[in-house]
């Protein structure tokens, strides 16, 4: 079936370096992907977004990049600092539906 | 209101009993989604209202669970006879209209424990 996957299930990085979290989907007909965040005790929140024309999104400090050919998505944070921990979650849907799928999710873990 | 709200925030059960959890939707949000959370794991799909349509039940794990919306405001997902395998966040999420390019915005969760 459809699904949406993470290769790494923990990231470790140093505070101050660039982390890169990535997403593997299985449906090359979805369109829309989004990335969440979320910090423990609280709802996933939305980072960032990127629509099936594009291949690359920046936000602050945040860049989404979208590999259609591999159907690859990947999520880079630059300047990684403390508050950036949390579990990041990535989401893709395609017209015609309106249900999200979600991943299993990556933690992430900034190191003083 | 200004974000998603759900309650109670946490919630402890005994094995068989029923639970209602609520859902306040950001205001003029006219799709509302309700989503599972096992401890360690992704969200799973529950239930989807969308304005006065039939809701989309699809992801409703048993017959235990049910849930209800009236017209574009609150929403309550009732488990009855909990079993401990119902344990989890229930996550609500509202979004402003069922256009995908809208996204959710997420509740804060309601966790439930059944003991």
């Known amino acids: 079936g459809e699904s949406v996957g993470l290769h790494l299930p923990t990231l470790s990085v140093q505070e101050g370096d660039n982390s890169i979290i990535n997403c593997a989907y299985s449906?090359?007909?979805?369109?829309?992907f989004i990335w969440y965040k979320q910090e423990s005790g609280k709802g996933p929140q939305f980072i960032i977004d990127i629509r099936s024309n594009m291949d690359k999104r920046q936000g602050q400090r945040v860049t989404v990049l979208l590999n259609k050919t591999v159907k690859h998505l990947s999520l880079q944070i630059a300047a990684t600092q403390p508050g950036d921990s949390a579990v990041y979650f990535c989401?893709?849907?395609?017209?015609?539906?309106?249900?999200?799928?979600f991943g299993t999710g990556t933690r992430l873990k900034v190191l003083a | 209101g200004a974000g998603v709200s759900q309650s109670p925030s946490n919630k402890v059960t005994e094995k068989g009993k029923d639970v209602e959890l609520r859902c306040d939707p950001i205001s003029g949000h006219t799709a509302l989604y309700w989503y599972r959370q096992r401890l360690g794991q992704g969200l799973e799909f529950l239930i989807y209202f969308q304005g006065n349509s039939a809701p989309d039940k699809s992801g409703l794990p048993s017959d235990r669970f049910s849930a209800e919306r009236t017209g574009e405001s609150v929403s309550t997902l009732t488990i009855q006879r909990t079993q401990q395998e119902d344990s989890a966040v229930y996550l609500c999420?509202?979004?402003?209209?069922?256009?995908?390019?809208?996204?959710?915005?997420f509740g804060s969760g309601t966790r439930l424990t059944v003991v």
């Open positions: 999420a509202s979004s402003l209209s069922r256009d995908i390019y809208y996204g959710y915005t």
């Open positions: 449906n090359s007909a979805s369109d829309y």
């Open positions: 989401a893709e849907i395609y017209s015609g539906t309106y249900k999200y799928i």
